[in-house]
């Protein structure tokens, strides 16, 4: 036996194993009418809210426009984007009270862009101490809740509309 460790994340195989020629999954979970599949909390008019699939931390959810572009002189209705910011804050404040917050974008892949021809912003909570001896002894993060138990908690809040 080796010295190896392992930590098991199986929810990453369906990541792995996808057929990334297939288009962009955010076109596909914004044209799909099965949000629950696609951990859409909400729709506006111009842009929806995503569960991230791969988080950060916990409750880490994305802010995508309808539009697929990866340039930001492109986007439309920048101020309901901000608004969508302004409504995840305040849903993952009642529901996960994290002490703060990281909100941004990341333009293209030398800027740390995973999904780069279709822009985002990202809205991630922050909590003291969330980086622990696994990121530093592992490289690895710690997600304590599954997605489909934060969607269901998460989904009750965007569902009551404007807050």
């Not at 030398?110 to 912003?121: M, T």
């Amino acid at each position: 036996m080796t010295n190896e460790k392992m930590l098991w994340a199986p929810w990453r195989i369906g990541y792995i194993l996808a057929d990334k020629s297939k288009g962009c999954f955010l076109c596909a979970a914004r044209k799909s009418h099965d949000d629950k599949k696609h951990h859409v909390l909400y729709r506006g008019r111009n842009a929806f809210v995503i569960l991230n699939l791969f988080p950060y931390t916990n409750g880490h959810l994305m802010v995508v426009p309808n539009r697929h572009t990866r340039h930001v002189a492109d986007v439309r209705g920048g101020e309901e984007i901000f608004r969508l910011v302004q409504m995840c804050v305040d849903v993952l404040t009642r529901t996960l009270r994290p002490h703060g917050f990281n909100v941004g974008l990341n333009i293209g892949r030398y800027a740390g862009a995973g999904i780069e021809r279709h822009l985002h912003v990202h809205v991630v909570p922050r909590w003291e101490g969330d980086v622990n001896f696994m990121s530093a002894a592992a490289g690895t993060r710690v997600i304590s809740q599954s997605l489909g138990e934060l969607y269901v908690l998460l989904k009750k809040e965007f569902d009551k509309g404007d807050t």
